[in-house]
Each structure stands twice: as C-alpha cells, then as structure tokens.
C-alpha cells in the first residue's frame, strides 16, 4: 500500500496523462501485470472472503430455485401481481437488470472504437457483469408468463400448429433483443479472453487446468498472424455490438412505450431508458469495482482515473435522466391530457409518493456530488453514490411500472400493490446468482484483461 | 325407548367397537404345537399359531365363507354403500388413480332407443320454479344430456317475465355443491331412509294414540298448495299436533300492518307500470321482496328513455319519479330521483307526518322525524303525490313495523291508490300467521316439555331464530329431533335425525308467486344423492312412506283439477311453468285502521342512541346461501363487499365513534355481544348501523364456515328489523375486509354521463360530444371488412338498479371460478362482468351511480396489438376473442386494456377450494359443456357469449336466414330484470341495438382513446322535482379527497 502512496507522488511525472492520474501506475511491466493477475486465478491463495461471499451468493440462488420451483407449482399468484398491476416486480428487476448489463458493451465497444485506452482495466468485468446481469434479467420474463412451460412460443419457429409470433407486440421485439445481446456479449467476452486463457494455460502448472484453458483458448499462440486477425475481428465485434447497446434498452422502453397506459405512453422512453441504462450499468461497474481493487490489491490497474471517468459518465447520463424525468413532468402538463396529469400527481402525491421522491433522491440529487472533483475522487463518496444510484434505478422502473398500472383509466379499477415475501425471494435470489456468477468468474478468470493491459504498457513505455 | 333416544343422542361420540371379536386369546396347547411342528416336513407352512392348534375357533373361522361380523352386511343397501365406501377411500387413498396406471377403458355406447328431442350437444329447457322466503319465481332451466346447467327465466311467469334475480342464477351452484349432504344421518352417523322410517313408524301408533299430541312441526313460509294440503290433513289426523312456522327474512310486519289496516291478512301487489310517482319507505321493492323482479320491469319501463322509439316523450306517458328514504343504502336509493337517509326507527314519525299532510287522521302531532327532512322536500313530495291520485304508489319496507304499513296504507287509500297502483289479493301464504308469535310459541312449548317429538323441515332455527328466544337452549329438550335440510348444519347437528333436502331441482313440488300464481315444480334430475322432499317426509308421517313426492304433487292436483283432462291440464302446467288460472282473486277489503299512538312501536329513542339494522345480507339472503361461492364472491352492490358482512355506518357516525373501515367493533345490546369490523358507507343514516343478516354460519360447509359474523345474536324476538338501544365499542382490534372497489369517485372524468330530464328535454344532445363515438377519424391503417354481422351492445344506465343478477348469470354461463376472500382483497377476483359504483355530491348523502363493466369489444382494441403470441384476436364481426390456448400469460394485454375487464387465472382457483374434478367430482356436471374452462396462467374476458352468437348462426345458416335481431341473448341480458342490457347486430339498422346507438343519449366509456367500443352506454337519467334540482351538470366533481380517504377501502 505505501508502496503506491509513494508511486502516487510520481503522478504529475507520469508521461502520458493529460490529467493528473495515470491509467496504469507506473513502474509496471509485461510480466509484472501478467503475474500480478494471473495469480489471483492461480497461485495465490483464495481468500476467506471470496468463500463467505460466494457462500451468501450460492445460498441465496438456492432461495432462488426454490421460489421458482414453488412458482412452477402453484403459479403467479404467489406473487403480489394482481389486475390492473399486471406487471410488477419480476418487471421491475428484468428492467433493472437488463440496464445493468448496458456498462459492459458500452465500456467494451464503443470505449474501444473510440479509443478510450482507460477502459482496458474495466472492460473485462464489466463484460462479465453484463453477461451475468442479462442472464439474471432474462430469468424474469420467462418465470412472469403464466405458462412458463410454452415461452417457446414467443419464437418464431416453424411448428404444426402453423402458428406465428405477433410482431406487432414490443414483447416480440425484446425476446430477440435480449437474445442477440447475450448471444453477443458472450461471444465479445469470450473473443476479449482467448490471449488470456492461453496465458493462464501456459502458466498453470495444473495439468487439468492446462487442459481445460487450453481447450477454450482455442489453440492461441500468440503469432503475428493471430495478432493481426484477432485485432481484426474485435474490432468488427465491436462494431457490430455497438448497435445493441442503443438497440436493447430502447426495444425494453417500447414494452411501455407502446402501450396506451398513462405514464407509459411517452415518445421520451427509448433515448431516456438508454441514458438511464448507462447510468446504472457504470454505477453497478463501480459498486463491484471499488470492493474488487482493495480485496485484490489492483489499485494499480484499476486507477482513480478509471474512478473519476465512470463518475464522469454518471454525471452526464444522469443528466440526461434528470432532463427525462423532467421532460415526463412537462409533458404531462403540456400535453393536457388528465390521466397524463393524474399519473405524474400521483407518483409525487400518491400513495406510491415515497418511492418517486427516493428515486429524485438517489438519481438527480446524490449524483450532483460528482460535480466536485475531491468528491470525485473520495472513493467511499463514489461506492455511496453508486449504490444510491442502484436503489434509485430500481426504483425508477418500480415507479414507472407499478406507479402507472396501479391507477390507470378507471378510478373503479384502481388498486394498491403490495410485493409478496416471494416476490421478494425472487428479486434477492437474482442477486444470488448474479454475483454467484461472477465470484466463480474471479475465482476462475482473470478479471482484468491482461494482453490489454500489457498492450497499455508497451503503450506508456513507448511514448515514454 | 327414551333409553334408546338418549343414546341415539350419545351416537355423535362413535359408542365403543361392539363387535362380538373376542380378545381374550385362547390358551394354547403348546405341547401339541411342538409334535405337530416336528412331525412336518418338506414344504409344510402355517399361517399361525392357531390353524396349527386346530382350535374349534379356527375352524369355525375357517369353515365361514365370511367373518363372522360380516353378517352386518348382509343387508344390501349397507353392503352397497360399504363397496361405495372402500372403492371412495381406496380411490382417496391413491389406489389406481397413481398417474402411472391406465385410464379405465371406458365404452361409449349410443342409445338404443333415442329418447325424443334428445340431441347431444343440444340443450333441453324445462319450466320450473325456485323459491325465497316461501314465493316462486318461475324457470327455464337449460338441460344438457339430462344435468341442468343454467338457469333461466320463464317469460310466461308473473314474477319472472323473462328475467331472474341472482339467488335464482346461483341456485344451480348449490345444486352441486359438494357439501350438500349425502346421506341420511342417525345422530351424526351414516343411515338409510329405511331407517329413518322404522324409527318413525314406531312413533307413529303412539302419537296417533294422543292424537298427535307432542308433535310440532316446524316449517318456513309454505305457498306450496301441495305441501299446506299435505299439512293440513295431517292435522286433521292428529288435531293435538302443532304447526309452526318461522322464515328468518320474513314477512310479519307487512301482514300484521295489513290486519291492522283491513282488519284481515290480506297481500298487496302494486302496480309499478300505473306509477308516476313512487315513495318508497326503507322499501327494497328492487330485489328481494316478493315479485321484486317483475316489479323492477315495470319500474324501470317507466323510466327508460331509449324506449321512447322516434322522436322523443312519443310513448305517451311521463318518466315517474322516485322519492326513497332509505336507513341504509340500497338499490331503491340509487334508482330515486330523491333519496333520504333517516334512521329506521324515525320513519314512523315520517309515515305520520306525511300521512297527516295527506289528510289522513293520524295519533299526534309529535313527529321528531320531521326535522330530519327538510321542508322544501317535504313539500315537493306532498306536491307531487297529491298531484298524481290514483297513479302514485307508497311502499313500505319489510322491516318497517306494523303501523308503517298501516300508515302506508292509509296514505294510499288516501291518495286513491288502492285498486288501481295497489291491489289487494287474498293471501298467497296457506296458512298467513305471525310467524315470530308462531315461533315463540313452539319455544314455549319446547320449554314446557310438552314438544316430544319436533320435525323441522327446512329451514336452521337454530342458527337463524332470534337471539333473543333462545331456541338452542330449548331445541335440546325435544325428545326426538328431525331436520330436513340441504346440508348438514347447526340444526341438524344437535337433531337425532338428519334428512338431506333434495335440491328444488331435484324434487317435485310446487308453489305460488307474489300474485298467488301456482307453478308446478319439475325436477330437472334424480337427486344426487339420497335427497328427500318434505313432501315425502309428510307422507311417512301421515303413515304412507310408500309415496313419492310425484304421486303427492299429482294427488294434490288430480284432487283440484278432477280426473277430467288431468293428464292434458298437468302436460300444460308443466310445459308452460304456470298452472292456468292461479293467480289470487282481488280481494275487496273494509277499512278499519285509526291511528293510535299506542300503536307506534316504542317511544322514540334518544339520538345518541344508535340502532342496528338487521337486514337480508344483498348477496347470502339470510344464510341459506352462505355455501355458495357464487353468492359469497359477488360484491354486494353497494359497498361492494364480499366473503363477509361488515358493521356499516355512516361517515359522521364513524367520525363520532372513532372508527375506520376494518375496525373490528363490539356492538352489544342486552348482554348480547357480536364482534364486526366496521365499513364506513356515505349515504348509510347516521347513528344507525346495518348489519347484514346471514354470516357466521359454522357449519355451512367449506365456502360458508367463519365468513363473517352472526348478526342473528343481536336479533330481538321483535317483528322490525331494527333494534335501537345498541353500544358500539372498538375494540382495537382489526379485520381485513376484501372489496373489489376501492376507489369511490369519478376524479371528474365523465365516466357515468349524467343528466336530468328537463335538461335532455331542452337539449336532447347534452351528453358531452367528446363522449360520443367517434366516426371516419383519419388512420393509415385498413378498414376492417364489412361482414354481414357486427356484435355490438348497448347498457341503459337509467335502467340498471345494479341488482348484480348479470355477474352471476354470467358466472353460471362461462364457468368462471371463485376466488376466495384473500384473492379477492388482492383484486384477483374473476368477474368478467362488473358493476362499478361511483358517488357524486357530499360524503352524507351522496348520488349513487352503476356502471356495468365487461369487455367493449373495442374495433380498435389495445389488448389485441401487445399480445406477442397472437392469442387476442379480432374476429371479422367485430368480437374480441381470447384464444386460451395459444395464450401463454404475460398480462400485458391486461395492462394495456383501458378499461381492465381481462381476469387473469392467478392459481388454479377450482383446486384451491377443492372445487376441481379430482376432489369435487359433481361439480363437473355444473360445467357448461359450450365453454372451455381455462386452465391457471391464462387470461380470460367476457366474449359476448360466443357460444350463444355461434349456436344462433349454426341454426340460422341451417334454415338459411339471417340471424333475427333478439334470437341471441346474452347470458347477463337474459338475467336483467329491467332489460338494460340490449346486444344485437349493430349492421342491421332495424335491430333493437343499432337503434338505441343512434339514442342521443348513446356514449362510449372513454371514448378519447379511440378504442371505438362496441358496446355503449346511454347516459343516466334522473327526474328530480323542479323544485327541488336546478338544472344539474354533467361534470362530477371529485369528492373531496381527504374526506374520502378515510371513507375508502385504504390500506388492508
């Protein structure tokens, strides 16, 4: 630790930075950053947090599975989704959860192909956290339909019963843009890992560890030639999840967008889900990353820079949140529709109102802190932002899906919601295995790119 | 024989195993054992130690083709019913129904000798009649392959014309109700009608002998001329033996006001359809009074607008007015043009006060109830009754006391009503007595031992008498104890024997309408289980148990027809469901009735003194219905309740008291305590409270047991309804109570569309024109194809009373399950269709608006773009229909419907009350064999009974026609009293509904949204007196929020 205090008074020396705080602190090599993370997978010792940790984690995915095998049994109504409030919690988290997953293409594409070298030490997990938060949100719709058995049927696929799926139902839409972003997040992470598997493959000295990275690294030599095509396909893969990331979350925006409900029926949806996916996807990087840095020792890879930029990005999409909310606000005003107006009286007045005033506490007011370079930079100020900004984007899509169904057209229809203790199971349990996922991806890969990394040393050296 | 009653009494504890096994072992010869053992070799077994002693009992045992206790079941009925059982507990227990074994094969076998109009797949009507409180309301129950599936109304019956209430519509669910009971019970033990009548008939000789001396029999209101036949012969035979009878809901009041009035017992009906102006006084003449359904025809064929055909007022007569005062909100309030909230016990006053402005010579002056109704109103009323003689018509509650009905009819001879809005009839009851002097006597009897052997046939005295009398306490000392009744309940639990009742359509019988017309009661299937009719068990103790209800019913007739043309007179009764000529003759009555002021029920009370209201439970009557699911499950119109009954009060009165909705009160009177949670209901009279008779039942079966509380505790052995002089007391306590409405206003957003008759006679476009459909709006998308048919309907809000008779017709046609109170306070209830209520004006005596709400068919239907896998469709003729097959449950089309008429299937409902075809086997005859019953995780929604459209069309395109306007009724058009619902072919221009759309009156609910519904509203009319109403307005301005939170359902 002192060790890098020390390094840290060497900061305005640090060639390449523009600002003060380099991306990777200096006096690194290739084999330091190689050993340094390769051992975490390798050699050093597990530490007795990652066992407790993944023990909470696996025990709350055994609560998981078991609500989903009592749902199987008895059906929805265990939960507290009624009629009108149709949709409800497994809604609230699947749309939770897909936003999460937005930070790790983001950080991996288009930080790539704009050439933000400072993603290099972020990319990796947060490549994984999409992977793994996509698959805790695909979860939900899947248990929510009240015949989970026939979810097959959302598919297109040709079948005797010559049957078509809708197309004109945004429910269509999301099943193959949640399909194409995992298939395309899993396929991204696995091309960035294949020069690390053959890393760890040849650095385990276990032979079965030997052959099973070496099986997925697919044969990787490291050659000019693998270089050159590897760099080639990436690239490519970049551009074409680039896309997704604007793709999925406005096609889950156009689930409410395209219904007539009021509080959903608003053209804003699309641009502002996206802004808001960002948002919490970067806050849920930093919630994992400042824990991951201190327990494994990886403040040199993963700097204050990598920090103040991801507060940075928080602060501009919040923004555009805060300009989206705002806008709703307006809107609902403007447009001089009274169930327009009713809804947005109700979320600030209703019975539902604490959660609307939490939500502007935890997105628009917390965040403005990050305007301050020192709070920036404080990183316990940035990990109670981030988390703020978990609850708050969860209570956003709460507020925007129950707030709004519980009090719709008919004042006869109106009703209260109230979440079940199996409601409550289901949305812990995704976080179960959520981060039962990603410890065993700690345990078992290298969480920060290492090929990228070394990459950035040759870089620093070389303009040095 | 008192030894063996009284352990026929101890029976209910099973009496130790009195088999003849004798345990004491037989000493062994062990010595012999041994040689036997040695001697054996090779493959030798033994069975046991004693075949190898060869001990006489072994061989004996042996020798005997059955144990020897077996001898018990030699009698076949007991042998039978013992297979029953062991292959029922086998099959409980698993045995070859484990999801590994084959189906059984079962053969189909057509008919050898088809019977006549027999078509499978078709169903067979048939006439027949239900009864409340004793009066018939004439049927047409569905038949399909022999089991009764629905019910209808008979056209041809004076107090059905076409339609029913929704006890008829839910009666049919009690039909198969697996709770009903199965067997005849000996003290709680499993017997046999032989039984029952060899016990009997050695009762019989003796009570000949005292010449019935210490027999009672106990019945409810008897209209059946069979059954008073029956009786009275039976008490010519035996002159010492008693008849009592006693209905819970009954009828006291109005017959001792008539004696009072006419110095003879003597029925009045009125004439609804003479009435210009109608004063009803705590009266419910809506639902539940005899003849209310016809009576609700007549009233609303007043009143509806849309049945003015061309140009407007062509129909020659004047909308009438209503006036009601009202103790707590009822159906009659909603419908009046003014209403009044008053306490039960002021009306008296008020009947007084009124009376004595018309002129009629009235006891003093002193009329404290007067200053309850202000003068302006007091005017407008006299005004307008003195204006309309002989075409006004004052009612009086059922609850009311004696003197409210002499008053009442004192105010109608006054006002030259009588003859022409009300007509006297002779009595439709056989035996008109006062049935709480009637009961009270029997308890007396019972008290002085002097009751020795008490037939109850039907009816649970226990459970429904009075508080007051103590029935129970006495109803233990009768030596012997018969209950003839559906189900095994509180009475039968504490009788020696329990009889089942046979369901009314499972039994011959016959009864009278509220006009004394005779209907002829054709069972529609052989009981289901052992049921017998009280008609059978007259039979057996007139000594002639050979005697079949049929031959009974047919004795009776054959006896007042003569054998001429019997056969061709008893065919028509049956055919038509009325029995020609019946209906009582006017009755020409004397005059005798002087007001006295001793004749007013009790000095009245202080105000601060609250009084409770015991009226019929809206939806379980007075408990006969608490197993019904249907029944329990439907909201009560008003406060829109279900599962349970609640201590209602009015706003100010909470506020006095410091009570809240849920809270569980104590309300005692007399060292009598019932604990109720409270519900606050704007509109109910102050410090009066309503307490809906029927709950609390303990053994009414899995639906009825612990709904509510016993409201019959507090019940005092008075004829009104009423009891003044009661406590309330919070308790601290709470108890959730599961609404289906928890929101009461409009928020100002036009749902009901309002006005009043000057207004639309000024202006007949005043319904806001962005209500109205809109037409040719501009959109990219195609037209729907015009097709022959569009389905389209029309609900006349000025005509809907909210009866609820609509929900459970539509229940009993689309097979739709019940819930359960917890799932309905989740709002999961299954309603397709709904009645919303919405107030208007002040928390303490608000206007009162219902609202029919099932599918609009929407031409351009939200639901049908958002369902991912097509399972919501548009049919070509308009109709928006749910394939629940392909749907796979994500709700989003609930979500986006406007209007949240799709019910979602939660649980599997049917398995949760043990109501599924695997625990209530019976429960699949109910099924209606045209609608698929939805399995869990898929959405439902009312589709305009597309079974009765497609049987329509099936018979029209066989004859090659058109589809006739009328020939397709839906399930809750064929259940409305009052016709409010129309559904047709909105393409034909001549059909009945395509030309109430063109009314100026028509709207669609939420019409901005452009969903283009098909099925519209007509605004709601109101003729309020001149003076009284300026011109009103359309807009309702939301009641004040905060005063309404504390009246709305708010958190559970």
Redesign the interface.
């Known amino acids: 630790m002192s060790d890098s205090h020390d390094r840290q008074s060497n900061i305005a020396m640090a060639p390449h930075s523009s600002t003060e705080v380099p991306m990777l602190e200096p006096g690194h090599t290739y084999g330091s950053v190689t050993d340094q993370i390769s051992a975490i997978v390798l050699t050093r010792r597990t530490p007795r947090g990652w066992f407790v940790g993944f023990g909470i984690s696996f025990l709350l995915l055994m609560a998981f599975l078991y609500a989903t095998a009592y749902l199987f049994a ?5 939960w ?8 409800a919690f497994p809604i609230v988290n699947f749309v939770w959860w897909v936003g999460i997953a937005h930070a790790g293409t983001l950080i991996s594409a288009i930080l790539l192909l704009l050439r933000q070298e400072w993603r290099t030490s972020i990319n990796r997990f947060a490549e994984a956290m999409t992977l793994f938060a996509v698959s805790c949100a695909g979860l939900f719709p899947l248990l ?5 058995w ?2 097959y ?2 598919l297109p696929y040709p079948n005797t019963m010559d ?4 197309f ?5 839409w999301d ?1 193959f843009a949640v399909l194409t972003y995992f298939t395309v997040s899993l396929l991204f992470w696995y091309a960035g890992l294949i020069p690390d598997l053959a890393t760890l493959r040849d650095r385990t000295t276990s032979r079965f560890a030997q052959i099973v990275y070496g099986m997925l690294a697919l044969g990787w030599r490291g050659s000019a030639a693998h270089w050159h095509r590897y760099q080639t396909a990436y690239l490519l893969m970049a551009g074409l999840a680039t896309p997704l990331v604007i793709s999925v979350h406005s096609i889950v925006a156009m ?1 409410f967008a ?4 009021p509080g959903w029926h608003t053209t804003i949806f699309p641009p502002y889900f996206v802004a808001g996916a960002i948002f919490s996807g970067f806050a849920m990087v930093m919630t994992l990353a400042i824990p991951l840095r201190a327990v494994y020792g990886l403040q040199d890879f993963v700097t204050m820079r990598h920090l103040d930029n991801m507060a940075k990005i928080i602060l501009a999409t919040g923004s555009i949140l805060a300009y989206g909310y705002f806008i709703e606000v307006f809107f609902s005003y403007y447009s001089g529709n ?1 169930y327009e107006r ?1 809804v947005t009286i109700n979320r600030a007045l209703g019975p539902y109102a604490w959660s609307y005033w939490a939500l502007i506490a935890c997105n628009i007011v917390t965040p403005q802190l990050l305007w301050s370079r020192s709070l920036r930079r404080s990183v316990p100020v940035l990990f109670v932002v981030a988390m703020a900004i978990n609850v708050g984007m969860w209570l956003e899509r709460f507020v925007i899906v129950v707030i709004s ?1 519980h009090r ?9 919601y ?1 979440p079940t203790a199996w409601d409550i199971t289901h949305f812990v349990g995704s976080l179960g295995l959520f981060f039962t996922l990603l410890f065993l991806f700690i345990r078992l890969l290298p969480m920060i790119s290492i090929f990228e990394l070394r990459e950035l040393v040759h870089e620093t050296e070389g303009e040095g | 024989m008192t030894d063996d009653v009284n352990n026929l009494a101890d029976l209910r504890h099973p009496p130790p195993d009195c088999t003849d096994r004798s345990d004491e072992s037989v000493p062994l010869d062990w010595d012999t054992l041994r040689t036997r053992l040695s001697g054996a070799g090779g493959r030798t077994f033994w069975k046991g130690l004693d075949e190898l002693t060869e001990s006489p009992e072994f061989l004996d045992y042996v020798s005997r083709e059955f144990p020897r206790q077996s001898g018990e079941w030699m009698d076949t009925v007991a042998r039978r019913s013992f297979l029953k059982l062991m292959a029922a507990s086998l099959g409980l227990a698993g045995v070859g129904l484990g999801g590994c074994l084959r189906q059984p094969d079962e053969k189909i076998v057509p008919y050898v000798r088809q019977p006549e109009d027999f078509v499978p797949g078709n169903p067979l009507f048939f006439a027949t009649c239900t009864t409340l409180g004793g009066y018939a309301m004439g049927l047409l129950v569905e038949s399909h392959l022999g089991r009764p599936t629905k019910i209808e109304g008979n056209p041809d019956h004076p107090a059905s014309l076409g339609a029913t209430d929704a006890f008829a519509q839910a009666s049919i669910l009690s039909l198969y109700d697996p709770d009903r009971s199965q067997t005849v019970l000996k003290g709680g033990q499993i017997s046999t009608w032989g039984e029952f009548l060899t016990a009997l008939s050695a009762e019989l000789p003796a009570l000949r002998g005292r010449d019935g001396k210490g027999l009672a029999i106990l019945t409810e209101t008897v209209t059946s001329p069979t059954l008073a036949g029956q009786l009275r012969s039976l008490l010519k035979e035996l002159p010492a033996a008693k008849w009592h009878q006693y209905e819970p809901v009954g009828r006291d009041n109005v017959r001792a006001g008539a004696k009072r009035a006419f110095g003879e017992y003597v029925d009045s009906i009125y004439h609804f359809d003479r009435a210009e102006v109608v004063l009803a006084l705590d009266a419910e003449f809506l639902t539940g009074m005899p003849g209310s359904v016809r009576y609700a025809r007549h009233f609303m064929d007043r009143r509806k607008l849309s049945r003015r055909d061309g140009p407007a007022g062509a129909t020659g007569h004047a909308m009438n007015r209503l006036y009601a005062i009202e103790s707590t909100p009822g159906l009659c309030g909603v419908v009046a043009d003014h209403r009044l909230p008053m306490r039960a016990d002021r009306i008296e006053g008020f009947a007084r006060a009124l009376a004595g402005e018309l002129g009629v010579a009235v006891a003093d002056g002193q009329v404290p109830a007067a200053t309850e109704v202000p003068a302006a109103w007091l005017a407008a009323l006299v005004s307008d009754l003195k204006s309309h003689r002989g075409t006004s018509l004052v009612i009086a509650g059922d609850g009311q006391p004696a003197v409210v009905h002499a008053l009442t009819h004192a105010i109608n001879r006054s006002l030259d009503n009588l003859g022409r809005t009300v007509e006297t009839i002779e009595p439709v009851e056989a035996e008109p007595v006062d049935q709480l002097a009637s009961l009270r006597a029997l308890v007396e009897s019972m008290r002085a031992d002097e009751v020795d052997l008490l037939v109850v046939l039907g009816g649970n005295p226990l459970y429904n008498a009075p508080g007051e009398l103590d029935f129970a306490k006495y109803y233990e000392q009768v030596r012997l104890r018969v209950h003839l009744s559906e189900y095994f309940d509180e009475t039968s639990f504490v009788s020696h024997w329990h009889i089942p009742a046979a369901h009314y359509l499972e039994s011959w019988g016959d009864a009278r309408a509220f006009d004394g017309t005779a209907t002829i009661q054709q069972p529609l299937i052989a009981p289901l289980y052992q049921g017998r009719t009280a008609h059978e068990l007259l039979a057996s103790l007139s000594g002639h148990p050979e005697l079949t209800a049929y031959e009974v019913v047919r004795q009776y007739w054959k006896g007042r027809w003569g054998d001429a043309d019997f056969e061709m007179r008893w065919q028509r009764a049956l055919h038509d469901g009325v029995v020609a000529n019946t209906k009582a003759q006017p009755h020409n009555v004397m005059w005798s009735f002087t007001d006295r002021a001793s004749a007013s029920i009790s000095p009245l009370a202080d105000h601060a003194d609250l009084e409770v209201n015991l009226c019929p439970d809206p939806t379980v009557w007075d408990g006969r219905f608490a197993n019904n699911g249907w029944l329990q499950e439907l909201p009560k119109p008003l406060t829109k309740l279900t599962w349970d009954n609640a201590a209602i009060v009015s706003p100010r009165t909470a506020e006095r008291l410091g009570v809240s909705n849920h809270d569980l009160v104590e309300l005692s009177r007399g060292g009598r305590t019932v604990r109720a949670p409270a519900w606050i209901v704007p509109g109910q009279a102050d410090d009066s409270i309503s307490l809906a008779l029927g709950y609390g039942r303990t053994r009414s079966g899995r639906i009825g047991n612990g709904a509510g509380v016993n409201a019959y505790i507090l019940k005092t052995a008075r004829p009104e309804w009423f009891v003044g002089g009661v406590e309330l007391k919070p308790t601290g306590e709470r108890r959730a109570l599961a609404v289906t ?9 036009g ?1 009901v569309q309002i006005g009043t008759l000057t207004q639309f006679e000024h202006d007949p476009k005043f319904v806001d024109a962005t209500s109205r459909h809109p037409e040719n709006l501009p959109t990219l998308y195609p037209k729907y194809e015009e097709s022959e048919n569009a389905w389209g309907m029309v609900i006349d809000q000025t005509a809907c009373t909210g009866c609820n008779a609509c929900i459970v017709a539509c229940q009993a046609e689309n097979n739709i399950p019940i819930v359960g109170k917890e ?1 309905v306070g ?3 209830e299954m309603h397709w269709l ?1 009645i ?3 107030y208007k004006g002040g928390l303490d005596n608000p206007e009162t608006y219902f ?1 029919p ?1 099932a599918c609009m068919h929407c031409e351009n239907a ?1 639901c049908e ?6 399972a919501t469709v548009h049919s070509h003729e308009g109709l928006n229909q749910m394939v629940y097959n ?7 089309c ?3 419907c ?3 008429v ?7 409902y049917d398995a949760e009350f043990g109501y599924d075809g695997d625990q209530a086997p019976v429960l699949k005859l109910l099924r209606n064999p045209d609608v698929t019953v939805r ?5 439902e929604k009312c589709t305009y009974c597309i079974q009765r459209i497609n049987e329509s069309k099936i018979e029209a395109q066989k004859q090659n026609r058109p589809v006739r306007d009328g020939e397709i009724v839906t399930a809750c058009q064929g259940a409305c009293p009052t016709r409010a619902i129309v559904f047709g072919n909105i393409r034909d221009s001549e059909s009945q509904v395509a030309r109430l759309k063109e009314s100026p009156l028509n709207y669609s ?2 019409a901005q ?1 452009n969903t283009l519904p098909r099925t519209t509203y007509l605004a709601r009319i109101r003729n309020p007196h001149p003076d009284l109403e300026g011109p009103a307005t359309t807009d309702t301005p939301p009641i004040h929020p905060t005063a309404m939170d504390r009246v709305e359902g708010g ?2």
């Open positions: 008895k059906g929805i109504g265990i507290g989704t009624t009629i009108p409030i149709g949709w929510h339909l009240g015949r989970p026939v979810f049927w959302l049957l078509w799926p809708q004109r139902s945004p429910l269509v099943v689930d395209a219904a007539i409900v009274p009713y169904l719709d057209f008919l004042p006869s229809s109106w009703q209260m109230y | 409405q928890n929101h009461y206003s409009m928020e100002g957003r749902l799932q989740k709002g999961r709904r919303d209520r919405y609202q709400v939200p773009l958002v369902c991912p896998v097509g392909r749907c796979v449950g994500t709700r989003y609930s979500n986006n406007p209007y949240k799709r019910r979602f299937n939660f649980l599997n399995s869990r995780g898929v959405m609910l939420l949204l958190e559970r």
